[in-house]
């Protein structure tokens, strides 16, 4: 008999947590609404720590997988509709002021055309939240986090031609930020929503067959990113 009841006691409480709707840690009466209700006033919760390698490395994340990432950009990384978000609005304040940039080229810079093409640079007023960069030649700006994007940029110049001026995203051009005037113009200009991937590339070129073009004094040429979403 006492063998029996042994046995009903260890199916009891091997059963328990499955009949157990809710997991209580630091209290015995865990929110009726949540699986795990954790309570504390002198610790936190530690979910998994990893560089940006290993959490994109994870094989087939699911919606809603959570993890801290130690490197830049550091912070609270989730899964969300198929990639990686970053939850800077948790540490930052905003989602969209880190990835919001603005550079110029207020210098009257000469752009000398090589085999047809050349790159803008953006030297001047350069306002770039921590999730863009720009290289040393100020031609090339990266976006670090995905998402939609609003791209804006305007080019004067001293003298009206006939180039194409567009913007590229990691090297291939944007249909929708080029402008092809069918008249000389002085004025090169375009803007657009893009979705942007991770560590997405943008700058800005002109196309032609003139040797050289001048832009004018003031801003001579701008360049705006922000993201929307």
């Avoid at 063998?3 to 209580?24: D, E, H, N, Y």
């Amino acid at each position: 008999m006492k063998s029996k009841l042994t046995i009903l006691t260890v199916l009891f409480l091997a059963a328990t947590p499955f009949v157990q709707a809710q997991v209580g840690i630091g209290t015995t009466t865990p929110a009726a609404s949540s699986a795990l209700d954790v309570t504390s006033t002198t610790r936190g919760v530690l979910i998994p720590r990893m560089s940006s390698a290993q959490r994109t490395a994870i094989a087939a994340p699911a919606e809603g997988l959570m993890v801290y990432q130690l490197n830049a950009p550091v912070g609270l990384w989730m899964f969300i509709s198929g990639a990686w978000r970053h939850m800077s609005s948790s540490i930052e304040g905003s989602t969209y002021g880190p990835n919001t940039g603005f550079a110029a080229n207020t210098t009257g810079q000469t752009l000398i055309f090589v085999l047809g093409s050349v790159t803008v640079p953006f030297p001047s007023a350069q306002n770039l939240g921590d999730s863009i960069t720009v290289n040393g030649a100020n031609t090339v700006f990266t976006v670090v986090t995905p998402g939609r994007y609003r791209i804006s940029y305007g080019i004067n110049t001293t003298a009206a031609a006939v180039v194409t001026s567009q913007v590229l995203v990691n090297g291939v051009a944007n249909p929708g930020l080029t402008f092809t005037p069918i008249l000389s113009v002085s004025r090169y200009a375009a803007e657009a929503i893009v979705t942007l991937p991770a560590n997405a590339t943008i700058s800005v070129t002109l196309t032609g067959v003139l040797g050289s073009i001048i832009l004018t004094g003031g801003q001579g040429a701008g360049l705006t990113i922000q993201r929307v979403q």
